[in-house]
Nanobody
Framework: QVQLVESGGGLVQPGGSLRLSCAAS????????MGWYRQAPGKQRELVAT???????NYQDSVKGRFTISRDNAKNTVYLQMNSLKPEDTAVYYC???????????WGQGTQVTVSS
């Protein structure tokens, strides 16, 4: 089993920044992928960014140039640095983990990000 714990969400003004963290523990394998998804009320859950163990990244177009995903493999932790935040970024952000032994993947419980003045 894999456990994911997110942190770093909160309330921030438009144009501000937040950094989300997600620590994975349990049966972690070297070859894996992690990422961040988000879901606003009444909306579908959508991909924000992903990163492989080798550091290959992928971003949703709406966050390119503003968000940066990174990871520390020694800590089994993935980060999402969010800059120039907009009200439309408001959502619950979920951490995701997948490897070949856990093909269904695992989800964190989510952390609320609210961008408002």
């Amino acid at each position: 089993q894999v456990q994911l714990v997110e942190s770093g969400g909160g309330l921030v003004q438009p144009g501000g920044s937040l950094r989300l963290s997600c620590a994975a523990s349990g049966s972690i394998f070297r070859v894996n992928a992690m990422g961040w998804y988000r879901q606003a009320p009444g909306k579908q859950r959508e991909l924000v960014a992903t990163i492989t163990d080798g550091g290959s990244t992928n971003y949703q177009d709406s966050v390119k140039g503003r968000f940066t995903i990174s990871r520390d493999n020694a800590k089994n932790t993935v980060y999402l640095q969010m800059n120039s935040l907009k009200p439309e970024d408001t959502a619950v952000y979920y951490c995701y983990y997948r490897d070949y032994v856990h093909p269904e993947g695992y989800w964190g419980q989510g952390t609320q990000v609210t961008v408002s003045s």
